[in-house]
């Protein structure tokens, strides 16, 4: 099993361009989310689905779009890229009522 | 505004001791209490947890104390060691998925 995957590893953008961060999972994880990680902050929680179609805020939503098409996949999306959103970019899921998260390894973006 | 709030920030320990972390929340939904651990370049990962009707969990040199009434929860490490040296969140979970974490403590154990 490869666990949670996460593209691109780094990515570099212009303030105004958009993109999108990839996030799979074969474990059949009901529960996905999106963290971002900057110094001092700890990890903040962007968005999270519970499934196919359900898709909720967290703390930290502004700027960012998600979706939920399967259960295997939870993008995330920048529509207009600003430098506060220089950031690196966990996605993590689990079961629900397990308790454990898995986290990718991380998305590093700086936006410039 | 955090609503799990971690402390300290950072933390030097000498190879042997105790570190300890500390974290305290003020929602009362929250029902499970886990700590996760990272390496640089890496994701957290689970480290240890604990739920809000036990007041200790013990897994060989980690053990979280958990006080219900003051809403405080804490990471003891005993016999630190060199390789302990990473970043740890506390973290608390409600609804049965959503997770908020803390902050963070970046420990650096000394040789």
């Known amino acids: 099993n490869a666990g949670v995957t996460q593209t691109p590893k780094f990515q570099v953008l212009k303030t105004g361009q958009s993109m999108t961060l990839q996030c799979a999972q074969d474990?059949?994880?009901?529960?996905m989310s999106w963290y971002r990680q900057d110094p001092g902050m700890g990890l903040r929680l962007i968005h999270y689905?519970?499934?196919?179609?359900?898709?909720d805020q967290g703390e930290v939503p502004n700027g960012y779009n998600v979706s939920r098409s399967t259960t295997e996949d939870f993008p995330l999306r920048l529509l207009s890229a600003a430098p506060s959103q220089t950031s690196v970019y966990f996605c993590?899921?689990?079961?629900?009522?397990?308790?454990?998260?898995?986290f990718g390894e991380g998305s590093r973006l700086t936006v410039l | 505004q955090q609503q799990v709030k971690q402390s300290p920030q950072s933390l030097i320990v000498q190879k042997g001791g105790i570190s300890i972390i500390n974290c305290a929340y003020e929602?009362?939904?929250?029902?499970?209490f886990p700590w996760y651990q990272q390496f640089p370049g890496k994701g957290p990962a689970l480290l240890i947890a604990i739920r809000p009707d036990v007041s200790e969990k013990k897994e060989g040199r980690f053990t979280i104390s958990f006080n219900k009434s003051a809403k405080q929860f804490s990471l003891h490490i005993m016999d630190s060691q060199p390789g302990d040296s990473a970043t740890y969140f506390c973290a608390a979970r409600v609804g049965g998925f959503k997770t908020i974490f803390g902050a963070g403590t970046r420990l650096f154990v000394k040789a």
């Open positions: 474990m059949n994880h009901e529960y």
């Open positions: 929602n009362t939904a929250f029902d499970y």
């Open positions: 993590a899921s689990s079961t629900i009522n397990t308790g454990e998260l898995f």
């Open positions: 689905s519970v499934g196919a179609g359900i898709t």
